[in-house]
T-cell receptor, first 115, second 112 residues
Framework: QKEVEQNSGPLSVPEGAIASLNCTYSDRGSQSFFWYRQYSGKSPELIMSIYSNGDKEDGRFTAQLNKASQYVSLLIRDSQPSDSATYLCAVIASLRSGNNRKLIWGLGTSLAVNP | KAGVTQTPRYLIKTRGQQVTLSCSPISGHRSVSWYQQTPGQGLQFLFEYFSETQRNKGNFPGRFSGRQFSNSRSEMNVSTLELGDSALYLC???????????FGSGTQLSVL
């Protein structure tokens, strides 16, 4: 059973701090990794994707991937109250049959940024 | 560019009834996935369609079914509704199967 695990939180950080969200995955063959943000009552929206080891930066967001340790993280610098949401980690796992690839989701980490 | 459109936005049904939900993907996207989301359960994968073919299926009973049309629009059907089917049903489209997903606003289904 391929799995993606996240700390459910809530993770509480003060405004202006760095929020660090972590995700581990079980499938060593995974190649694509995504972070989605979901506000309460809304649908998920993609904020970051990362495919190779190292860091990828986009504005205040940095995704970090370490395939050897099988974890991917999301750093949010200068956290704002508007960043308060649930952050979902998703990993594309390989399936045994053919070339089908399946997106495996974590349960999400709830982030609260306090003014 | 229009986003993913799901209809209806809200739906109230009673146990035993059946329901059909509709999803229109982003223009040019050929892959459509369906998810069920309930508080505390996260996103539960239902199925994925690409070019009218079901590519992947989640662990849901046969009461849940779907299809995709030649214009990539998709429908999902739930027959013999149960109370536990009350959830937010999300549709997402992508250029190809297993790639970045773009979600619709969802259909909130309540089964009474």
């Amino acid at each position: 059973q391929k799995e993606v695990e996240q700390n459910s939180g809530p993770l509480s950080v003060p405004e202006g701090a760095i929020a660090s969200l972590n995700c581990t995955y079980s499938d060593r063959g995974s190649q694509s990794f995504f972070w989605y943000r979901q506000y309460s009552g809304k649908s998920p929206e993609l904020i970051m994707s990362i495919y190779s080891n190292g860091d990828k930066e986009d504005g205040r967001f940095t995704a970090q991937l370490n395939k050897a340790s099988q974890y991917v993280s999301l750093l949010i610098r200068d956290s704002q109250p508007s960043d308060s949401a649930t952050y979902l980690c998703a990993v594309i796992a390989s399936l045994r049959s053919g070339n089908n690839r399946k997106l495996i989701w974590g349960l999400g980490t709830s982030l609260a940024v306090n003014p | 560019k229009a986003g993913v459109t799901q209809t209806p936005r809200y739906l109230i049904k009673t146990r035993g009834q059946q329901v059909t939900l509709s999803c229109s993907p982003i223009s040019g996207h050929r892959s459509v996935s369906w998810y069920q989301q309930t508080p505390g359960q996260g996103l539960q994968f239902l199925f994925e369609y690409f070019s009218e073919t079901q590519r992947n299926k989640g662990n849901f009973p046969g009461r849940f079914s779907g299809r995709q049309f030649s214009n990539s629009r998709s429908e999902m059907n739930v027959s013999t509704l149960e109370l536990g089917d009350s959830a937010l049903y999300l549709c997402a489209s992508s250029l190809a199967a297993g790639e970045k997903l773009f979600f619709g606003s969802g259909t909130q289904l309540s089964v009474l």
